[in-house]
């Protein structure tokens, strides 16, 4: 009966809820989150940008942002662009939270962080979870971001095993992070695809290597768009928002 309540309230909302977690450690994660929900309130959607990273919350200082909960619920920082911090007080009632939230914007982006325990955390009633468990049975896509190296597919590995015996009603699609450019990315790619295909998601993207557009934005603690907006990461992570919109 849950299950199914949960599922009518998705598909009479007017609001696109994407969470998006990292498989492993330091895939960018939360750069596209951020960076994502930019592009979005762009072209002119109001967007809800959630940390909800509760280990490591990173998304405030990457824009040097303050006091992210001096207001309730969530504090706006440009125009259509909002942002919130999800506390355990938040996380207490976050289906009130989250009733709230896609009430009043068009997208919502949620940074949960890793999800290398995934199966765990959706057994798991301690607060640190209740995001977790929201985004994978109410969200509308769940993107999974995977960067290319060793370490990085033998994580993807994991989670996709945990997927395969796991029950996510949310739609999933898997992004790989800092391609290589040339024969070594087709390689990448390659391993990547083969990981991710037999879980048929909604889709699978793949963004290339801009390490000084991820470098600039990181130094001036600003978005793609307002650090060099011809970048190619940053045209990666519009087409995205696009798409999202279309």
């Known amino acids: 009966m849950l299950r199914q309540t949960n599922q009518n309230l998705r598909q009479s909302r007017n609001s696109h809820v994407m969470a998006i977690g990292s498989a492993g450690s ?20 109001t967007t809800l940008l959630i940390d909800a990273n509760f280990r490591a919350p990173s998304v405030a200082a990457l824009i040097a ?13 440009a125009p259509k662009l909002s942002i919130a911090e999800i506390t355990q007080d938040e996380a207490t009632d976050i289906a009130g939270f989250m009733e709230r939230a896609v009430s009043n914007f068009d997208n919502i982006v949620i940074d949960l962080g890793s999800i290398s325990g ?3 955390r959706l057994t798991d009633r301690r607060w640190t979870s209740t995001m977790t468990t929201w ?43 800092m391609r290589s450019a040339g024969k070594k990315g087709e390689e990448e790619e390659s391993k990547f695809l083969a990981i991710t295909t037999r879980l048929r998601p909604l889709c699978v993207r793949v963004i290339g290597r801009d390490a000084r557009a991820a ?14 907006q011809r970048s190619a990461l940053r ?5 995205i928002a696009s798409e999202i919109n279309a």
């Not at 960018?28 to 309130?41: P, Y």
């Not at 994580?155 to 997927?163: D, F």
């Not at 045209?235 to 087409?239: E, T, Y």
């Open 118 to 120: 995934l199966s765990n």
């Open 135 to 177: 985004s994978c049975d109410q969200g509308d896509e769940l993107m999974i971001v995977a960067r290319p190296d060793l370490l990085g597919i033998h994580r993807l590995e994991q989670v996709a095993n945990l997927i395969e015996k796991t029950s996510i009603r949310s739609r999933l699609s898997f992004v790989l992070n």
């Open 235 to 239: 045209k990666s992570i519009a087409a």
């Open 215 to 228: 470098a600039m934005a990181l130094e001036q603690k600003a978005t793609l768009i307002e650090v060099n």
């Open 65 to 77: 942002i303050r006091n992210v909960q001096s207001e309730p619920g969530w504090r706006n920082i």
């Open 26 to 45: 330091d895939t960018g994660c939360t750069t596209i989150a951020l960076n994502l929900a930019m592009e979005l309130s762009v072209i002119g959607k």
